[in-house]
């Protein structure tokens, strides 16, 4: 009895962070400043707060016969405190999976500015974690989205 009872909690426990797991790590599509395709390099440029690296993002490539539809993920949040800032990332395009030769097509979302890339990632992980849910005071202005972003940074 106390064995079965004992692999019953253990089959609940490990559901459980299973669950926790995979809503944790919920990948979205990058907004982006810029990307640069230069020969060999493939260079992109993202809103960072101090914990984005190479390790941060996947690419998900398409290739069709019009050419190739890259977006770039990011599969590992940018967690940091501080305010967001461009980093430009430099990666070979053979790491990644591009050939040069074809018409190269960006899937992802651009953003004009920095913080309002990282907004534009705030509101693309809301939709992520809560599917299906409309809040009835969405944020209808710039201020206020920076308003409700400041407040998640607080009550972080």
Not at 18 to 26: F, G, P, Q, R
Not at 59 to 68: L, N, V
Not at 112 to 140: F, H, I, N
């Amino acid at each position: 009895m106390k064995v079965r009872n004992f692999t019953l909690v253990f089959i609940m426990l490990f559901v459980g962070l299973a669950m926790v797991a995979s809503a944790l790590d919920k990948p979205i599509p990058e907004p982006l400043l810029g990307f640069e395709l230069d020969g060999e390099d493939f260079r992109i440029t993202v809103a960072q707060k101090g914990g984005t690296s190479h390790n941060s993002f996947r690419f998900d490539i398409r290739k069709t016969d019009e050419g190739q539809f890259v977006t770039v993920v990011r599969i590992v949040r940018d967690e940091c405190k501080m305010m967001p800032q461009r980093e430009t990332l430099t990666f070979m395009t053979e790491e990644i999976g591009i050939d040069t030769r074809k018409p190269v097509f960006i899937t992802n979302s651009f953003v004009g500015y920095t913080l309002g890339a990282d907004m534009r990632r705030y509101d693309l992980e809301k939709k992520v974690d809560e599917p299906g849910k409309e809040t009835l005071s969405k944020p209808e202005t710039l201020k206020e989205k920076a308003v409700d972003v400041f407040k998640k940074i607080g009550a972080d």
